[in-house]
Nanobody, 126 residues
């Protein structure tokens, strides 16, 4: 299984970006998916998670309604729509998959995710 994240870039504060994560797996719907981010010298932190069928979602407190996670199981892709970006959102964003997810499960801990994408850089200028 491989995850390919894309969509990052350099934007100004207040702008929007949509990250995509394409999975090279035929059983994508069996994976609970998550987005995490990391800045130099800090641990990877949870951003958002979505259940296998997309019916359940959860977000980190700092998202404050600005981000939306979604998935299209027919396209083997999970998305992270990020609006009202702030300079503190600058980080490398990673998508991750949990093959042991239960149908309604959303997971915050990076430890439960077995598969990780390569990361995409998001830089927000003030």
């Amino acid at each position: 299984v491989q995850l390919q994240a894309s969509g990052g870039g350099l934007v100004q504060a207040g702008s929007s970006l949509r990250l995509s994560c394409a999975a090279s797996v035929r059983t994508f719907s069996r994976y609970g998916m998550g987005w995490f981010r990391q800045t130099p010298g800090k641990e990877r932190e949870f951003v958002a998670a979505i259940s296998r069928n997309g019916g359940f979602k959860d977000y980190a407190d700092f998202v404050s309604g600005r981000f939306t996670i979604s998935r299209d199981n027919a396209k083997n892709t999970v998305y992270l729509q990020m609006n009202s970006l702030k300079p503190e959102d600058t980080a490398v964003y990673y998508c991750a998959g949990n093959v042991n997810a239960i149908l309604s499960g959303v997971y915050h801990s990076a430890r439960v995710y077995e598969v990780w994408g390569q990361g995409t850089q998001v830089t927000v200028s003030s």
